[in-house]
């Protein structure tokens, strides 16, 4: 009987059976992204594939837990880069540039036509 290498090739699947996994994708959602100071924002991760393990630069700090929280008090725009990691060690990033954009608060300014007055006296307010 004269074996092929079609036989060794199906006897070799059979034992050892090749185990596909799909590859991690990295993916995350905001509850705001875009605010004024200070401004609070929390992180839900959205990756596809059994990921096991993370890691965020929300731009003020760092974080390996699957769905963080950050504190933003300066104005500016952060970058928000998550990594993610599979059981195999397989990973993907997911970088997203000025993700979050922090506003200054509004500061009113107006002058009156005179610092004091007296009971009923009309004052004039100039913006």
């Known amino acids: 009987m004269e074996i092929s290498r079609l036989d060794i090739t199906l006897f070799f699947a ?3 059976p090749l185990l596909i996994y ?8 905001v509850n705001v ?3 004024c100071s200070p401004m609070v ?16 630069n929300l731009g003020t700090s760092v ?11 300066a104005p500016g725009q952060y970058d928000i880069t998550l990594i993610v990691f599979d059981a195999q060690g397989n990973s993907d990033t997911l ?3 000025n993700y979050i954009v922090v506003n200054g608060n509004p500061t009113a300014q107006f ?8 009971a009923n006296e009309l ?3 100039t913006d």
């Open 14 to 16: 059979a034992l050892f």
């Open 22 to 29: 799909s590859q991690p994708v990295a993916d995350f959602n």
């Open 33 to 35: 992204s875009s605010g």
């Open 41 to 56: 924002v929390s992180f839900t991760d959205a990756s596809t594939s059994d990921v096991v393990q993370w890691k965020w």
């Open 63 to 73: 974080s390996n837990l699957q769905n963080p929280g950050a504190f933003y008090q």
């Open 95 to 97: 970088l997203r540039e």
């Open 111 to 118: 002058t009156v036509n005179q610092q004091n007055a007296c």
């Open 123 to 125: 004052l004039s307010f």
